[in-house]
């Protein structure tokens, strides 16, 4: 039965792919988490820093909307 094996091979290939995507943003969102917010007794938040998370923003926002382009721009 080759057909049985060609689908358990992508079913098998797409669970590994599932759990990878998944780690990833579990890994983005800790670093999200992990970046200093302002404060008066904390690191100094400069324009380069604002500039790199409304970067980080519009990759996201272009990830989203290849999964879902009804939402685009919400």
């Not at 689908?7 to 200093?36: F, G, K, N, S, V």
């Not at 324009?47 to 909307?65: A, F, P, R």
Request: charged fraction near 25%.
């Amino acid at each position: 039965m080759p057909n049985a094996n060609i689908r358990q091979r992508i079913e098998a290939e797409y669970i590994a792919a599932h759990a990878r995507a998944l780690t990833l943003l579990e890994d983005l969102h800790q670093r999200i988490e992990d970046t200093p917010a302002p404060t008066d007794d904390g690191p100094a938040i400069g324009w380069d820093d604002v500039g790199s998370l409304k970067h980080l923003c519009e990759q996201l926002q272009d990830l989203k909307n290849h999964f879902s382009p009804d939402d685009a721009g919400n």
